[in-house]
Structure formats: C-alpha cells, structure tokens
C-alpha cells in the first residue's frame, strides 16, 4: 500500500523552528521527485521546496529561501523539511508530494501554526 505521512507540524512561535517528515512506504522514495507544498487558511496550495534525488538539487519558493531546507534519508525513505525562522505566515497545512511521470502521491498534511 502506497502512503506519505507527514509529521513534525505543531505551534510555535514566530523565529521559532519546527522540523517536518514525510515518511514514505509502498514505493521508493529516491526515484521520486519530493516537494513540499502548502496551503495557507483561505488559499489555495502552493509550492514551498522540491528536491531531487538524482541531481541533489534543490529549489525553494522564494518567501522560504534561506529559511526552509529540504533533504532526505534515502535509507528511511523519509524527506525532511527544516523550516528555521518562521514567520506567522508560514501558518499552513504542510503537504509532502512524490512525483514521477507514473504517480503522483500526496501525504494527508500536517499543521503548522506560528504565532506572532
């Protein structure tokens, strides 16, 4: 059974830090391309950070650029999202998203709140 589950998200505070996971099962993560999205109260879903396995490389949307770091453990099958100085705007539901040209597969979310 194919499964993304996010975990990590929670309230804090603004310049806080919170570390999400996106544990995969089902499929091998290190042949997908991993991103993050989110989606803020009353907004649509955007996309905060994609990582290549291949490649190793990174991309961030610009309002978490040197804020957020995406990896993964290829061994755990899990992708990470270090997510440092926080801002009350970064107040989402955090989506993990494995992508190929056969699947697309999406985690049930996880919270982020930051408080000012």
């Known amino acids: 059974q194919v499964q993304l589950v996010e975990s990590g998200g929670g309230l804090v505070q603004a310049g806080g830090s919170l570390r999400l996971s996106c544990a995969a099962s089902g499929f091998t993560l290190s042949t997908s391309v991993m991103s993050w999205y989110r989606q803020p109260p009353g907004k649509a879903r955007e996309l905060v950070a994609t990582g290549t396995s291949s490649s190793g490389s990174t991309n961030y949307a610009d309002s978490v650029k040197g804020r957020f770091t995406v990896s993964r453990d290829n061994a755990k099958n899990t992708m990470y999202l270090q997510m440092n100085s926080l801002k009350p705007e970064d107040t989402a539901v955090y989506y993990c998203?494995?992508?190929?040209?056969?699947?697309?597969?999406w985690g049930q979310g996880t919270q982020v709140t930051v408080s000012s």
């Open positions: 998203n494995a992508k190929t040209a056969w699947y697309n597969y």
